[in-house]
């Protein structure tokens, strides 16, 4: 009786501890993920800025497509005039994760 009794109550603790591990890995592995996103955000969220202000910087004329080589990101422009005004669509796209940032800009 003894022995099944501390039996039972080993593979009771040993259960409860396998959940406790497993909840916390998965915690873990969650905010893992998340700091990668902000990161990969943050660095999209720069990109478009540089190229942006780079856009606004240089003269329009005769250009209808802008892409900057990244082997992170999708980073270009679309560019078309309508009414002596240049209408630019930024696009930045990571490549292996779900990240996509479009801003429309007039100049």
Do not use: P, R
Not at 8 to 33: C, D, G, M
Not at 53 to 58: F, V
Request: charged fraction near 25%; aromatic fraction near 14%.
């Amino acid at each position: 009786m003894k022995k099944s009794f501390s039996l039972l109550i080993t593979i009771f603790l040993i259960s409860i501890f396998s959940y406790l591990a497993v909840s916390i890995l998965e915690t873990k592995s969650l905010i893992n993920t998340n700091l990668q996103n902000q990161y990969l955000y943050l660095q999209a969220k720069n990109h478009k800025e540089f190229l942006k202000s780079y856009l606004i910087s240089i003269d329009l004329k005769d250009i209808n497509h802008v892409n900057i080589e990244d082997e992170f990101f999708d980073i270009y422009s679309i560019i078309k005039e309508e009414d002596k005004k240049y209408k630019i669509d930024i696009y930045v796209k990571a490549k292996e994760f779900d990240i996509s940032i479009h801003e429309l800009v007039y100049k």
